[in-house]
């Protein structure tokens, strides 16, 4: 199942019931109308580049208008332009606000995830889809370091909570030192991924180097 059809399926078993929820949805879908309205007009043949930079930056401008935690999908078919878009749902708890995942129903991010996990990949768009397309592979990853979930960008910091996941935080594959990329990225992780993404052929190409994967150092005469 692809993903926009895991965001679609996942939206559509949940029961919109927040007056607050249905309001923003609602600002969001009439923003997204004039947008279209504005940017291509009565245009009747739109060229496919210029439906690219519509959709790059149309997420970018939600994003900036609503917050990073809106789930806003555009495309172009042959009916024509097509949204998906649900503000995030949210709740108030000791650790703060957390927001709920779009498609792991069991899953919640803490305000201070979102916010690091912008800032460390500089993301402008959904964050709240982009974690959980990163958390797709962090998952596969459960249960081989306690409290961590490894994704190729980087890990996650979680605790389970009344038989929820709460991801605490993001660490970016850059902020981790040397001893740290050795621990989380060992043979069984590595091995969870697509070799063919992830693995170079050739050791000086690789962004990761495991110690027993070192050539063989040369004795000094």
Do not use: W
């Not at 779009?102 to 990949?121: K, L, N």
Request: charged share 25%; aromatic share 12%; proline share 2%.
């Amino acid at each position: 199942m692809s993903f926009v059809k895991a965001c679609v399926r996942f939206l559509g078993l949940r029961m919109v019931d927040d007056k607050h929820f249905a309001f923003k949805k609602h600002q969001i879908e009439a923003y997204l109308k004039k947008e279209y309205q504005k940017y291509f007009g009565r245009s009747g043949r739109i060229s496919i580049r210029k439906r690219q930079r519509f959709m790059s930056r149309i997420t970018q401008k939600v994003a900036r208008k609503f917050g990073k935690d809106v789930l806003c999908l555009v495309d172009f078919t042959r009916q024509g332009f097509v949204t998906l878009v649900s503000p995030s749902h949210s709740e108030s708890t000791e650790k703060g606000r957390l927001y709920k995942s779009f498609t792991h129903p069991q899953v919640a991010y803490t305000t201070h995830c979102i916010d690091r996990f912008s800032e460390r990949t500089e993301t402008t768009d959904n964050c709240i889809i982009t974690l959980d397309n990163y958390l797709e592979e962090g998952l596969l990853t459960f249960g081989h370091h306690e409290g961590f979930l490894v994704c190729s960008t980087g890990v996650f910091a979680y605790e389970i909570e009344d038989g929820r996941l709460i991801i605490k935080t993001f660490i970016h594959l850059d902020m981790l030192s040397d001893t740290q990329i050795r621990e989380f990225y060992g043979h069984d992780v590595l091995a969870m991924m697509s070799t063919g993404e992830y693995v170079a052929d050739d050791s000086m190409e690789s962004d990761i180097i495991l110690a027993d994967e070192l050539p063989p150092s040369t004795p000094k005469n």
